[in-house]
């Protein structure tokens, strides 16, 4: 009897003990209801291939999921897209608010009109986009449910081509269309190397490195090619790996990353300096094009 009653006294006293330490962790643990506590939801992106195997393009429906307002960036394949958007709304899944476009090229402003026949929606893009309705100014933002958008100018691919910035929290992404790719750069049809090196170099280097890309094609695998053919790093391995491994990359790496295993986005790297035979930065890049576009 003397040891049962010692047993639960010991117990008493450690059950007594746990019990305060709970509590001075945090006081309301013990008596909080988990299922007052809702999870809270941010955006939602959702890649919709286009054209794979030849342009190999991507739209991306993004979606507040609070509000459940959403965009559709750059829906250029009609046919590839709308099945998706009718599936989302009809099931009220989404709320469908506008259509936004990175630039005007036809594989990625292109399918407006059509999708304007199912839904009567206003277009954000450049000022060159089929039926645009709205051209934000360089830094603006404005409001997706509780996404913050920013819009940011970024000429040289085309004159009005525009990076699209969404905040959600600590959930940002970047939506470049063929400014920035994944490991790489879009060509200057109607720029120059020192619009696309404060384009990649400034402006979007400039966004908090966590930032996830989310480019308009995948081009990853050629990317790839050329950067080693540049440099040989870590980064670029990596990024060779991943590229191998996996058919899709957008949304998997970042502002960081890109910074990294990115040769356009090294362009004071002096390894690279001393392989194309120039030291200032715009020279860097133009050299880089030009080799990239032979390759």
Request: charged share 25%; hydrophobic share 35%; glycine share 8%.
């Amino acid at each position: 009897m003397h040891n049962f009653t010692t047993r639960r006294l010991i117990l008493g006293i450690f059950l007594m003990s746990s019990f305060a330490a709970v509590l001075k962790r945090n006081p309301f643990r013990l008596f909080a209801n988990p299922i007052a506590r809702p999870h809270i939801r941010g955006m939602h992106i959702l890649s919709i291939p286009m054209w794979e195997g030849t342009g190999n393009n991507y739209a991306y429906l993004v979606t507040d999921d609070k509000s459940k307002e959403s965009v559709i960036i750059d829906p250029a394949n009609p046919e590839e897209v709308l099945p998706v958007l009718k599936d989302k709304t009809d099931s009220g899944d989404i709320k469908l608010t506008n259509i936004i476009n990175t630039h005007h090229h036809h594989d990625h402003a292109g399918g407006n009109a059509e999708i304007l026949t199912y839904y009567k929606l206003p277009i954000i893009g450049g000022k060159d986009c089929n039926k645009v309705t709205t051209t934000p100014s360089h830094n603006s933002t404005f409001n997706i449910g509780s996404i913050k958008v920013t819009a940011l100018h970024t000429p040289c691919h085309t004159q009005d081509s525009i990076c699209f910035l969404f905040e959600d929290g600590p959930d940002k992404a970047v939506f470049t269309g063929d400014t920035l790719f994944i490991g790489g750069c879009g060509r200057f049809f109607e720029g120059n190397a020192a619009e696309m090196h404060k384009a990649l170099n400034e402006v979007l280097a400039s966004l908090p490195d966590d930032t996830k890309v989310y480019p308009g094609h995948e081009y990853t695998k050629g990317n790839v090619r050329f950067a080693k053919k540049v440099l040989d790093n870590e980064a670029i391995r990596k990024l060779e790996e991943f590229a191998q491994a996996n058919k899709e990359t957008q949304g998997k790496f970042t502002i960081g990353d890109e910074k990294q295993h990115n040769v356009f986005m090294r362009v004071t790297d002096p390894n690279i300096r001393a392989l194309v035979g120039h030291d200032e930065p715009v020279e860097v890049m133009k050299t880089l094009r030009a080799m990239k576009d032979r390759s």
